[in-house]
């Protein structure tokens, strides 16, 4: 399979940035769409991502996930009843303020999300069994990049400039002797 170059490179200044931003999003918007449709779509986006935020936080009050979700008490409200309407997740009282309740995944939840993830990933992997192998390296390349730049992102959301910047992501990824699989 033959390799294609983009016309013009990422890391350009001025209106360049600005393309490169848009190709990336999309890009990016792309794959998240088909990661969701070979994962069987059994959640919404939002649902998944609430769901899988309770799993990596742990038991979080209402308050806390609208926060962490970026969006309204009431939007994570409609989710979490639709949730814990599945089984997938359990309102407990917060077990220090027995006043509050807390949202805790369900062993159900966690099997789901186990089972969304490798049904996406399987779908990965068959995808890049089909790409040529310069497109692997690439894509390898790449990764430690793109981790950087998701770490800036979570920074600007959090009113902070902390956290690496990309090149020195990439330089700290390879001195840990991080290097693309051929």
């Known amino acids: 399979m033959e390799t294609t170059t983009p016309a013009k490179s990422f890391g350009a200044a001025g209106a360049h940035a600005v393309d490169d931003a848009t190709a990336l999003r999309v890009v990016l918007v792309r794959l998240q769409r088909q990661l969701r449709a070979h994962s069987g779509g059994a959640l919404t986006p939002s649902q998944a991502s609430v769901l899988a935020r309770v799993e990596h936080e742990g038991p979080m009050r209402m308050g ?93 959301d959090a009113g902070s400039d902390d956290g690496p910047t990309i090149g020195e992501a990439i330089e700290e990824a390879r001195s840990r002797g991080v290097r693309p699989n051929r």
């Open 64 to 156: 806390a996930l609208a926060e962490a979700e970026g969006t309204s008490a009431a939007t994570v409200s409609r989710l979490v009843d639709t949730l814990e309407a599945q089984g997938l997740v359990a309102r407990v009282p917060d077990p220090i303020d027995g006043r509050a309740s807390v949202v805790q995944l369900s062993a159900e939840g966690g099997n789901l999300l186990d089972e969304l993830r490798m049904r996406s990933t399987r779908a990965l992997r068959r995808a890049l069994e089909q790409v040529g192998a310069d497109e692997r390296t690439a894509i390898a390349y790449a990764l430690p990049a793109l981790a950087a730049l998701t770490d800036r992102l979570h920074c600007l």
